[in-house]
């Protein structure tokens, strides 16, 4: 029994990856209808003017992750305006007598910088870099076995453990601080396991695709998208705010580019209340493990 | 974290100005005014940094769930990236994507590979809706 719809599949949000999905889908041939509560295209990705004149990022500001993913790099973004400009030095991080350490997109440049810690940096980031391509597909992936087992698992023994541990590797403050910086990007104390991954993920990112920033803001990246998706024919709708899952028009599927809780507000009536104890336990504070 | 964009995109400010972007981390939900905190904190790095500043404009973790609610308590990854949940959010199933529900699926950071602006999420969740409607 085949319903008729007006669209194949509803994208409810259009953050980075309601516009991947969105994109993905409308690309593979469905219709699809892109749903944002705001009356600007982006999620975490809107620019502002706070002030008349000036332009800062409200969100994301730095792009290590947009530039170095598999998908947004499948997508010909440069046709739609996005244009990523590349400041020489990726991070700095100051010390009290007026040196810093820095990242810098040469693995070899950063090294040098990090004095007897040379050799340890570059025994650490140097697999990770050369593996990239393989290792990128099982980190950025969703849950499963990792095809690239070995390069994965060597990745996996330095990224389980905690920034701290990872750290200690280190002799110098250069490279203690430089590292530390990196991996508090994952807002846990930094004795905490996982840590260390989000480190490495963002150093190993730099050294391929570098930190940069878009030019007129994150936003440009969030115009691209959109203007690449409403080419392919797919149809957006700003300013619309989902508050229950009736006012969805029927499709094939709707997919929520939003957290668990506001899944469960909207769409609560059709999950089963087993799904619903689990998706709400996602824990917002960081726990011991 | 700092970044000062418009040094090298200078077409967001006016000639000759500069916008710096920054933000600290603060504990879920907490209100607490960090403003000097950051300030004495650059100050440290680049005096004279205060005499400079035109005007500021700050957002706290209530503000940031207001203007997206996807942000519960101001945490902008959708949940906390440890070990437990780093491949499990939602919930520990094949695919994190799906919900038990027909037709109803998930693809914000909240899913793996969560927070950032990668679009990986809604990759794998548009690859999960294409292998069960085609
Ligand atoms: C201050 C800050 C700095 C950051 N810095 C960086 C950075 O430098 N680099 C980086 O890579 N990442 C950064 N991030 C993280 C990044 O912005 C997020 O991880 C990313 O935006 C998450 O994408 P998403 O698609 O899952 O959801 P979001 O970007 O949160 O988008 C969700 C969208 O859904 C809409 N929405 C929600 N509910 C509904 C509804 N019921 N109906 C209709 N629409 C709805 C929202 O309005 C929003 O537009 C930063 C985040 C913040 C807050």
């Given at each position: 029994m085949q319903k008729n719809y007006e669209y194949d599949a509803v994208v409810v949000g259009s953050g980075p990856n309601g516009l991947a999905c969105a994109i993905q889908l409308q690309r593979s041939g469905l219709s699809v209808l892109l749903i944002e509560g705001s009356e600007q295209i982006g999620g975490g990705m809107r620019s502002k003017e706070f002030f008349p004149g000036y332009l800062s990022d409200v969100c994301s500001a730095i792009h290590p992750m947009a530039a170095g993913s598999p998908f947004f790099s499948q997508l010909p973004l440069t046709d739609y305006g996005l244009e990523y400009i590349n400041p020489p030095v990726l991070a700095a991080h100051p010390f009290d007598n007026g040196t810093s350490a820095s990242l810098k997109s040469s693995l070899y440049e950063t090294a040098n910088g990090l004095g007897i810690d040379k050799g340890d940096y570059l025994d650490l980031m140097q697999p990770i870099v050369e593996n990239w391509p393989k290792l990128a597909e099982d980190i950025l992936g969703p849950f499963k076995i990792p095809k690239e087992l070995i390069a994965s698992l060597q990745f996996g023994l330095s990224a389980m453990k905690s920034a701290k541990w990872l750290s200690n590797r280190f002799k110098t403050e250069e490279a203690k601080a430089l590292f530390a910086g990196m991996a508090a990007h994952s807002f846990l104390p930094l004795d905490q396991l996982s840590t260390a991954a989000v480190g490495l993920v963002l150093m190993a990112n730099g050294h391929l695709k570098g930190w940069p920033l878009p030019k007129g803001g994150s936003q440009a990246i969030a115009n691209a998208l959109l203007s690449y998706f409403e080419s392919l024919g797919g149809k957006v709708q700003m300013g619309w705010m989902v508050r229950s899952y009736g006012e969805i028009p029927p499709a094939k599927a709707v997919i929520f580019d939003t957290g668990p809780k506001q899944l469960i507000e909207i769409a609560g009536d059709h999950l089963p209340s087993i799904y619903k104890k689990k998706a709400s336990e996602v824990s917002l504070r960081p726990r011991r493990i | 974290m700092l970044a000062q964009q418009s040094l090298f995109d200078?077409?967001?400010?006016?000639?000759g100005k500069q916008v710096l972007w920054g933000y600290c981390h603060v504990p879920n939900g907490s209100t607490v005014d960090m403003t000097n905190a950051v300030e004495q904190q650059i100050e440290r790095f680049a005096p004279g940094f205060r005499d400079t500043i035109i005007d500021r404009h700050i957002i706290n973790t209530a503000q940031f769930e207001a203007y997206n609610p996807n942000y519960i308590g101001g945490d902008i990854n959708g949940g906390v990236l440890d070990l437990a949940q780093l491949y499990s959010r939602p919930i520990l199933s094949v695919s994190p994507y799906r919900t038990p529900a027909n037709g109803i699926y998930i693809c914000s950071a909240s899913t793996p590979p969560g927070g950032g602006v990668h679009g990986m999420c809604g990759f794998h969740a548009a690859n999960a809706v294409l292998k069960d409607i085609k």
């Open positions: - | 200078a077409d967001r400010v006016p000639k």
